[in-house]
């Protein structure tokens, strides 16, 4: 059943590069039609550009830098735990991967499990992985698209959530296919987030549920 909440559910985004899901959700909060709150932006990337656009926004732009793990057989475990201390130093309830592309472990997956969302630009579980705009072309593919879903243990893998598709046109190039995947993402990323925050996704196996929301002012009867 979804529950109705009062303070706005606390975000963080984890990007590596130009961060324009990141802009969609900020914009979408600006809008009024995502009640969340960024709490932190983290990149595993000086220079990311996301991390700019987080600070041009007035919000936390952290760094995590992932060198001094370098050549430890751990390393990905022990950068995942830091990341994990900054995650519940801002008492993050939802983790956002966008364009983050690091692997996580699971010492993010399990501390955020059914927490931590992703956004992919195919139509998963077809393309996971790198260059998909270029694989859906080369198959033949007539659909493209893209994915939110639950993060868990593989690659681009976990319980969808939303998916959009989008035509693949004789003259695509992967850019231009690309571009128009790219609208779509930043549709639906917001729209799932406000699915989460308003306690309307029941997961069960691998199946996502989007549960009728109460239309406003309905009466509540206590006890129920
Ligand atoms: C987006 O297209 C996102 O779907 C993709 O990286 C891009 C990031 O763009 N993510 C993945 O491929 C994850 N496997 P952005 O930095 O402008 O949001």
């Known amino acids: 059943m ?5 303070d706005a559910l606390r975000v963080a985004v984890l990007a590596s590069g130009r961060g324009s899901n990141l802009q969609a959700v900020i914009d ?3 809008a009024g039609t995502l009640q969340a709150k960024i709490v932190a932006v983290i990149s595993n990337k000086q220079e990311a550009p996301a991390l700019e ?20 057989p751990d390393s990905r475990e022990a950068y995942d735990r830091e990341l994990l201390d900054v995650l519940r130093r801002h008492d993050v309830e939802l983790v956002l991967l966008a364009g983050y592309m690091k692997i996580v472990t699971t010492v993010l997956v399990e501390a955020f499990a059914n927490r931590m969302m992703n956004i992919h630009p195919s139509l998963l579980p077809s393309f996971p992985g790198l260059d998909v705009q270029k694989k859906a072309i080369e198959w033949g593919c007539k659909l493209a698209g893209c994915t939110v879903h639950f993060v868990t243990e593989g690659v681009d893998e976990g319980p969808i959530i939303l998916q959009a598709a989008v035509p693949i046109l004789d003259e695509d190039t992967p ?3 690309a571009a ?3 609208e779509q993402e930043h549709k639906i990323y917001p729209r799932a987030v406000q699915l989460f925050a308003e306690g309307r996704l029941r997961i069960e196996g691998h199946r996502v549920f989007i549960e009728a929301g109460k239309p406003e002012g309905e009466a509540v009867i206590s006890p129920s």
């Open 2 to 6: 979804s529950t109705k909440r009062t």
């Open 28 to 30: 979408a909060i600006d």
């Open 53 to 72: 656009r987080a600070r041009q926004h007035g919000l936390p732009g952290l760094f995590v830098n992932p060198k001094p793990y370098a050549g430890r």
């Open 175 to 177: 850019n231009t296919l």
């Open 180 to 182: 128009r995947i790219l």
